[in-house]
């Protein structure tokens, strides 16, 4: 297992979000945590995933 950290801003944050959502979608996600940093426009999302190493999503068969 390996664990990947990530800031998402809390004000315009929809690219970083979407790019987040995008790397979870193609790891085998054990565990998330996160936490919210309060800092007036500087707010954010800290989080950590947990993810089993080498071990992304297989294809699914058409």
């Known amino acids: 297992m390996s ?12 690219s970083a979000e979407e790019a987040l959502n995008r790397w979870l979608f193609a790891q085998r996600v054990v565990q998330i945590e996160r936490q919210f940093v309060a800092d007036e426009t500087r707010s954010f999302w800290a989080m950590c995933a947990t993810v089993i190493s080498g071990a992304g999503r297989k294809a699914r068969a058409p």
Do not use: C
Not at 3 to 14: R, Y
């Open 3 to 14: 664990l990947h950290f990530f800031a998402v801003p809390a004000l315009d944050g929809g």
